[in-house]
């Protein structure tokens, strides 16, 4: 039933393979781009943190809710 609904050769749509790979890596290209975005964070936390008086340093050791749990593509 799925070779009639498809066909019995499938035709790869190169225009379409290349869309794909082009926004695979773009995917990847982000996630790197996250991922020293949040070393970046971090450090200027550190950093911050070692400046501040203690109670004003104290909202700077939670993390930040905002990126927690993104979800990523992997592959």
């Known amino acids: 039933m799925a070779k009639a609904l498809v066909g019995y050769r499938v035709a790869y749509d190169q225009r379409l393979m290349h869309e794909a790979l082009e926004l695979r890596r773009r995917v990847a290209d982000l996630e790197h781009l996250v991922d020293r975005l949040q070393r970046d964070n971090d450090q200027l936390r550190e950093d911050?943190?070692?400046?501040?008086?203690?109670?004003?340093?104290?909202?700077?050791?939670?993390?930040?809710?905002?990126?927690?749990?993104?979800?990523?593509?992997?592959?």
């Open 48 to 75: 911050l943190r070692e400046d501040l008086p203690e109670e004003l340093a104290e909202d700077l050791r939670r993390p930040d809710v905002v990126g927690a749990g993104a979800p990523t593509i992997a592959g």
